[in-house]
């Protein structure tokens, strides 16, 4: 499954569509998502409707309980936000089993 966490924009042709971090957690433990692309405001006020919540809580699940719940393949990052999209880069970089690809624009998982 690819997962697009979006409150606004619609997600590409062959992406489920989500628009909540709640919404997104639950597929990322309930089924098995290949890519993940992130927006970060979710129109509503308040932390956990942000999508740097869903980096926070895989790196806390890899981290602290030994779980993992990355997807399998890539994760990307469609938000402009200027402060969430460094900060979900940094998450990624230091604790995700993903590298960046410059050329895709993509973290990409690796072996």
């Given at each position: 499954?690819?997962?697009?966490?979006d409150?606004?924009?619609?997600?590409?042709?062959?992406?489920?569509?989500?628009?909540?971090?709640?919404?997104?957690l639950?597929?990322?433990?309930?089924?098995?998502?290949?890519?993940?692309?992130l927006?970060?405001?979710?129109?509503?006020?308040?932390?956990?409707?942000?999508?740097?919540?869903?980096?926070?809580?895989?790196?806390?699940?890899?981290?602290?309980?030994?779980?993992?719940?990355?997807?399998?393949?890539?994760?990307?990052?469609?938000?402009?936000?200027?402060?969430?999209?460094?900060?979900?880069?940094?998450?990624?970089?230091?604790?995700?089993?993903?590298s960046?690809?410059?050329?895709s624009?993509?973290?990409?998982?690796?072996?």
């Amino acid at each position: 499954m690819k997962l697009w966490l979006d409150d606004e924009r619609p997600a590409p042709e062959g992406w489920t569509w989500v628009k909540t971090v709640t919404d997104c957690l639950f597929h990322l433990l309930q089924f098995e998502v290949t890519d993940l692309s992130l927006d970060n405001d979710l129109g509503l006020p308040g932390l956990f409707n942000e999508g740097r919540e869903v980096v926070k809580r895989l790196v806390e699940w890899q981290e602290i309980e030994g779980r993992d719940h990355w997807p399998k393949s890539t994760i990307s990052i469609h938000s402009w936000d200027v402060t969430a999209r460094p900060y979900m880069e940094g998450m990624l970089s230091r604790y995700s089993p993903f590298s960046y690809d410059r050329a895709s624009g993509c973290w990409n998982r690796q072996p």
